[in-house]
Structure formats: structure tokens, C-alpha cells
């Protein structure tokens, strides 16, 4: 009697960090991938990327998560960096309205250099400095809102919503792929461009919505 063999699909998923410099991006992907703060971190230079795995619909799904200079010298660099992204989160700090004011460049500049659907989510970062705080949650959502994005508060200080921002954009780049025709060939040719590979069973779109998350 033969033994049947079960071949384990994978899934993996490119996501970037992006928004101005000093806005916690890279304390974001600390606490998420190592539960790690630095108080003195420096600046990113070029690009650094975490490896996480996450179980969505019981299926392990990896993430690839990209962080991105903000620096404006590097933005010509981290531009490749796009290409294949299926998740993006933009990264602001909610005590500088100035790095609020940047989204719209930011998006943009997602727009034009992405190839694919990709999930985004608008991120209020530093939610811990309410005393400092310029950009009122309101003005977050209604931004997220006008732009079609999914929207949250978080802290890479005390961890408030840091998995559940990751994990949001995750998932729905997992139900953006499920929703696709999978026996398209030429789908298929994109994915295996983007290091993505899919389960042969059509049946397991996730039925989520778009939630928004503040956690002031």
C-alpha cells in the first residue's frame, strides 16, 4: 500500500514599511518580529527585512516585511524595493503632523512603483504621546477613509495593536489572493514572479470586511 504524500503549499508575502524617517517603522517590525524596542535606534540605512510566519485560515502564511529608509536620499534606492510588494503599511507619527501631511507622497509613490493589488493600512504610530499629540485619530480615518485604506493607532512602545496592524495587512493580502481565479495561468506566472505560490482549492476565501482600528 503506497503512502499518500501531502504537499504543503507556501505562501509568501512581500509587505514594506513605509512613511518619513523617525516615524517608528523600524520599532514596528522590532516589536512584531522579536517583541524588541530601542529607545536610541538609528536611522535605517538602505533596507532591513524580518521573515514572520502567521497562521491565516489554517494555513501557514510567511511574511517578508520589509523596512525602508525615510530618509529623502535613499527614497531613489528603496524605490525597487516595491516590486512585488502585496502589502504596504504607511507610517506616521501622531505627534508630527508633518509626517502625517507626507502620506499622500508616500501613497503615491506606492501607486507608482507597485505592480499588483497590494493591502494597505494607514498607521498612526506613538499613540502613548496623547500629551504631544498633532493628528487627532478623526483626521487618520477620515484620510483612510477618503483613500480606501484599512486605519490604526499603534505604540512600538508599550506594543498597543502592533500584531494586529501586521496581521490585518497579512490576512488580506492572503483574502485579496484567494479571490483571485486560481487557474488563470497568467495569475499564476504573476505570483510565481512575486514568490507567491497557492493552495489548489478555490474554496478558502476568508469572508472579512475592512475594519478600523484606533486603539485612543
Do not use: P
Not at 483574502?175 to 497568467?186: F, G, P
Amino acid at each position: 500500500m503506497e503512502e499518500e504524500v501531502v504537499v504543503e503549499e507556501e505562501y509568501l508575502f512581500k509587505v514594506v514599511i513605509i512613511g518619513d524617517s523617525a516615524v517608528g517603522k523600524s520599532n514596528l517590525l522590532s516589536r512584531y518580529a522579536r517583541n524588541e524596542f530601542n529607545l536610541h535606534s538609528k536611522a535605517t540605512i538602505g533596507v532591513e527585512f524580518q521573515t514572520q510566519s502567521v497562521d491565516v485560515d489554517g494555513k501557514e502564511v510567511k511574511a517578508q516585511i520589509w523596512d525602508t529608509a525615510g530618509q529623502e536620499r535613499f527614497r531613489a534606492v528603496t524605490s525597487a524595493y516595491y516590486r512585488g510588494a502585496l502589502g504596504a503599511l504607511l507610517v506616521y507619527d501622531i505627534s508630527r503632523c508633518s509626517t502625517f501631511d507626507s502620506i499622500a507622497r508616500w501613497l503615491d509613490e506606492l501607486n507608482t512603483h507597485s505592480d499588483t493589488t497590494v493591502a494597505r493600512m494607514l498607521v498612526g504610530n506613538k499613540c502613548d504621546l496623547e500629551t504631544l499629540r498633532e493628528v487627532s485619530v478623526e483626521e487618520g480615518k477620515a484620510l483612510a477613509e477618503a483613500e480606501g485604506l484599512f486605519f490604526i493607532e499603534t505604540s512600538a512602545l508599550d506594543s498597543t495593536n502592533v500584531k494586529t496592524a501586521f496581521e490585518i495587512v497579512i490576512k488580506e493580502i492572503y483574502n485579496n489572493i484567494s479571490r483571485k481565479i486560481l487557474n488563470s495561468d497568467s495569475y499564476k506566472a504573476e505570483l510565481s514572479v512575486n514568490r507567491v505560490s497557492l493552495s489548489s482549492n478555490g474554496n478558502d476565501e476568508q469572508k472579512q470586511g475592512v475594519s478600523k482600528f484606533s486603539c485612543c
